[in-house]
């Protein structure tokens, strides 16, 4: 089993351009994460998603949208870039929402930078 | 205040020492807590969970809550380099929603 694939693992965006940060996972779990990572502030939820075609906010949605058309895939895309989106980005997943011998297992991480 | 307070560090201890790692939260509705390792450039990996107070062990990594206090408590024995990493404590109720502490870098000097 791969577990969580990100990709890309890097990219820089122009502000006002849009981009789509691609999250698959091959255990069939049916939650799935997106959170960002900025220095010294912790992992911050900005969508999460409990099985195909149910998506909901996180604490940090703004700027974001994602889809859920399969249980593998969870895209997370940004419209218009803003700097202030500039981050790491992880997609998670997990068997359930409640707590698991496993917990969540976490991707290799989009590496965004925003000009 | 934050729901879940854990210092930044870096923290450096020599081979073989034992590490304390803590952190503590306000929510007295979390109820199960975790440990992530997060090595640099790398995504968070599971370390240890526990449910509720108490301890738990595996191999070197001793996890233990108190949920009295709010604190909980990562201990490393017989550090290595190979655990040089940011550790980042997480709790959550039993939902979708995990809250993670900010994370605390260790360094294991050889």
């Known amino acids: 089993n791969a577990g969580v694939t990100q990709t890309p693992k890097f990219r820089i965006l122009k502000i006002g351009q849009s981009m789509t940060l691609q999250c698959t996972q091959d255990?069939?779990?049916?939650?799935m994460y997106w959170y960002r990572q900025d220095p010294g502030m912790g992992l911050k939820l900005i969508y999460y998603?409990?099985?195909?075609?149910?998506?909901d906010k996180g604490e940090v949605p703004n700027g974001y949208n994602v889809s859920r058309s399969t249980t593998e895939d969870f895209p997370l895309r940004l419209e218009l870039a803003a700097p202030s989106q500039t981050s790491v980005y992880f997609c998670?997943?997990?068997?359930?929402?409640?707590?698991?011998?496993?917990?969540?297992?976490f991707g290799p991480g989009t590496r965004l930078t925003v000009l | 205040q934050k729901e879940v307070e854990q210092d930044p560090g870096p923290l450096s201890v020599p081979e073989g020492a034992i590490v304390s790692l803590n952190c503590t939260y306000s929510?007295?509705?979390?109820?199960?807590f975790m440990w992530y390792r997060q090595y640099s450039r790398k995504g968070p990996e599971l370390l240890m969970y526990?449910?509720?107070?108490g301890n738990k062990e595996d191999g070197r990594f001793t996890a233990q809550v108190d949920k009295s206090s709010k604190y909980i408590s990562l201990f490393i024995r017989d550090s290595q380099p190979s655990d040089s990493a940011t550790y980042l404590c997480?709790?959550?109720?039993?939902?979708?929603?995990?809250?993670f502490g900010t994370g605390t870098r260790l360094k294991v000097l050889a």
């Open positions: 998670a997943s997990s068997p359930s929402g409640g707590i698991s011998a496993n917990g969540q297992f």
């Open positions: 255990m069939n779990h049916n939650y």
């Open positions: 998603s409990v099985g195909a075609g149910i998506t």
């Open positions: 929510n007295s509705a979390f109820q199960y």
């Open positions: 526990t449910y509720s107070s």
């Open positions: 997480a709790m959550t109720s039993g939902t979708y929603k995990y809250i």
